[in-house]
């Protein structure tokens, strides 16, 4: 069965960093878009960065974190990451990495698998 966990959030002050990951199974990776959303309360939920199954991830950034976040991935190990760098107030949310087969332009509402996400706090 496919499953997503993520890990890596917790509390931090504004321009630090943080590496989330997101642990992978059930699947084959490359055959599927992979991607990094991120809710805050009362917010709908938005993509923050994606990998496509072909690897690319050069067109997916939300543009409140494009220079900051980077998405990656090791097929090798099933694992996802997303290094998230000089982290500000507005990137408190809960973030989730999810898994589609189609597309990292499909709304977040389409997504088919979803991890529980982990919370991640930037505050001073």
């Known amino acids: 069965q496919v499953q997503l966990v993520e890990s890596g959030g917790g509390l931090v002050q504004p321009g630090d960093s943080l590496r989330l990951s997101c642990r992978t199974s059930g699947f084959i990776l490359d055959d599927y878009n992979i991607g990094w959303f991120r809710q805050a309360p009362g917010r709908e939920r938005e993509r923050v960065s994606c990998?496509?199954?072909?690897?690319?991830?050069?067109?997916y950034d939300a543009d409140s974190v494009k220079g900051r976040f980077a998405i990656s991935r090791d097929i090798a190990t099933n694992m996802v990451y997303l290094q998230m760098n000089n982290l500000k107030p507005e990137d408190t949310a809960t973030y989730y990495c999810?898994?589609?087969?189609?597309?990292?332009?499909?709304?977040?509402?389409?997504?088919?698998?979803w991890g529980p996400g982990t919370q991640v706090t930037v505050s001073s």
């Open positions: 999810g898994a589609d087969v189609q597309s990292c332009n499909l709304a977040p509402t389409y997504w088919t698998y």
């Open positions: 990998i496509s199954s072909f690897g690319d991830s050069s067109s």
